[in-house]
């Protein structure tokens, strides 16, 4: 069984900057690509960021890229991801998701585990 907490949402204004971490528990962390998914009130959840078991490759949302950073550190068994620059329409809980069979499969939205979750507030 493969567990995942994620941690360091919270509440930040416009143009500031937040670090969400998910630490992975129960299986080789380096076994499972890694993503991040956000789901804002009213409105599907969504694929934000994705990263192979290595690090070596990375996925972004058109919304999101240039200003969030996807990254995992095998030796700790977290991803992190790194978010600059916020606007609101980032307001959203943040889900950090693993999988065996790689980026595409997060990128489809289907992979193999998901955390419960931390809430990431945007103000204006």
């Known amino acids: 069984q493969v567990q995942l907490v994620e941690s360091g949402g919270g509440l930040v204004q416009a143009g500031g900057s937040l670090r969400l971490s998910c630490l992975v528990s129960g299986r080789t962390f380096s076994s499972y690509a890694m993503g991040w998914f956000r789901q804002a009130p009213g409105k599907e959840r969504e694929f934000v960021s994705a990263i192979s078991r290595f690090g070596s490759n990375t996925d972004y949302a058109d919304s999101v890229k240039g200003r969030f950073t996807i990254s995992r550190d095998n030796a700790k068994n977290t991803v992190y991801l790194q978010m600059n620059r916020l606007k609101p329409e980032d307001t959203a809980v943040y889900y950090c998701?693993?999988?065996?069979?790689?980026?595409?499969?997060?990128?489809?939205?289907?992979?193999?585990?998901w955390g419960p979750g931390t809430q990431v507030t945007v103000s204006s």
């Open positions: 998701a693993a999988a065996a069979s790689g980026r595409t499969i997060i990128r489809a939205g289907n992979p193999d585990f």
